[in-house]
Nanobody, 127 residues
Framework: QVQLVESGGGLVQTGGSLRLSCTASGRTFSIRATGWFRRAPGKEREFVAAIRWTTGITDYADSVKGRFSVSRDNAKNTVTVYLQMNSLNPEDTAVYYC??????????????????WGQGTQVTVSS
């Protein structure tokens, strides 16, 4: 099992930045990829960004490409995945979720690829 805990959400003005963190624990050695998803009020959950751990390959939704950056820190006894979000706008307001894949699921974008999910962190961008 893998446990994921997100942090770093909050309220920010348009044009501002936030960095979300996702701390993984448990069988972290089994993680093959981590993704970030978001769910805005009244909308479906959508893919935001992901990183494949074995290759470092990243993928981004078109709506965040050039503004968001995903990375990971594999320090001893701690595994953290980050989502750096710049040039935020009100359309980025959502609950952001971290997810982990441990079996080379097909593709980084489908939510079904990921077996483990965090509880989410709220990001609110004011105009």
């Amino acid at each position: 099992q893998v446990q994921l805990v997100e942090s770093g959400g909050g309220l920010v003005q348009t044009g501002g930045s936030l960095r979300l963190s996702c701390t993984a624990s448990g069988r972290t050695f089994s993680i093959r990829a981590t993704g970030w998803f978001r769910r805005a009020p009244g909308k479906e959950r959508e893919f935001v960004a992901a990183i494949r751990w074995t290759t470092g390959i990243t993928d981004y939704a078109d709506s965040v490409k050039g503004r968001f950056s995903v990375s990971r820190d594999n320090a001893k006894n701690t595994v953290t995945v980050y989502l750096q979000m710049n040039s935020l706008n009100p359309e980025d307001t959502a609950v952001y979720y971290c997810a982990a894949d441990d079996d080379y699921g097909s593709g980084l974008r489908p939510a079904g690829t990921y077996e483990y999910w965090g509880q989410g962190t709220q990001v609110t961008v004011s105009s």
